[in-house]
Every structure is written in C-alpha cells, then in structure tokens.
C-alpha cells in the first residue's frame, strides 16, 4: 500500500468533513500527541472551529466501533480533529523537516480524495446542476422574499450534489480479496 493510501486510511468523515485525528497525525509527525496539542493550544488562534474540532464522547465511540478497536490505549481526553486546513496550518507551528514532509503528503492526500469524489459525478448530474444555477442567476429579482427563497433553492440544490457525491462508493473501502491482484498492485 502507497504512503497515500496509508494517509487516507486515516482520513475520517465526522460532522460531515474530513478530518485527521490528533494521534494519527502525531503519529506520522514522529512526536507524542500531548506534544502536538501543547503546540497548537500556544497557537489556539490560528486553529478555528473549521479547522480543528474536539469530538464529542458519543463521536470517539463511533469511531472506535468504526476502526475496530476496543481501546485507544486509556486516553484520558477526547481527541481533536483537524480538517484539511487545520494540516495545513500545523506545518506553520511543526516546523521539522519531517512535519514539512508529512504535511506535503497529507494535503496530496485530501486532494486525491477530493478529485475522486469530483470524477465519480456524472456529467449528467454536473449539467443539472449547471442549468438549475443557471436558472437561478437568471431569475435572481430585487424581491428580498423572493432573492431568500432563491437562495434557499440554490443551497438546497447543492445539498444534492453533496448527497450524490457522498454516497458515491470510495473504492479506498473495498475489502481485497486474497488472491486477486489489480494492475496497480506489485
């Protein structure tokens, strides 16, 4: 398995983004996760709540139950998780040559997973949403009510997209199968 795939196995969707969990990026980071938090509560302003979150106890026990293990070694807190931008401003307070690295590779990894989901829309579902867009910037008035509603109508078209994207199978899921081998397996 490629050093993406190893990253985008760690890639979890929780309140609907994608993030990575603290200890999974110390982890990779090379340091201790209570190392990696002290940093960045010195630098708590640059980490807003979409780029970093602390999950929920109900969140950490559907992940738990989600990756399949019954102890994360007796942590006493609930871990953080960090969204794609939250990588990103990490490698402004890690500054090691092997944090550099390793951020290169996990933002290479959400891109990757970002140009999947892209790939498996239809042009079909593409265009729909294209012509209703369309439709709704041509119908835009100068009637508050109506311009709300509008954009009611927009969000919830893109809602949609966001569904039919989502529910698209991530072949990252699949379970192999001893045996078989695909062309990109050596």
Known sequence: ?????????????????KVMLDFDLAEMYGVETKNLNKAVK????????????????EE????????????WG?????????????VAMLSGILRSSQAI???????????????YMLSNVSKQELDELRKRIEYLEEDVSSD??????QFEELFTAFAKVSAIIQSKTN????????GFKNKDDK
Do not use: C, H, W
């Open 1 to 17: 398995m490629d050093e993406l795939t190893v990253i985008e196995n760690k890639i979890y969707e929780i309140r609907g983004q």
């Open 42 to 57: 010195r630098n708590i302003e640059r980490f807003p709540e979409d780029f970093m979150f602390q999950l929920t106890t």
């Open 60 to 71: 950490r026990s559907n992940l738990r139950f989600q990756i399949g293990t019954s102890s």
């Open 74 to 86: 007796g942590t006493r807190y609930l871990p953080f998780a960090f969204t794609e931008q939250g």
């Open 101 to 115: 690295e390793i951020n290169i590779k996990i933002i290479r990894a959400f891109v990757r997973m970002r140009q």
């Open 144 to 149: 508050r009510e109506s311009y709300e509603s």
């Open 171 to 178: 072949p990252l899921d699949r379970v192999k199968i001893q």
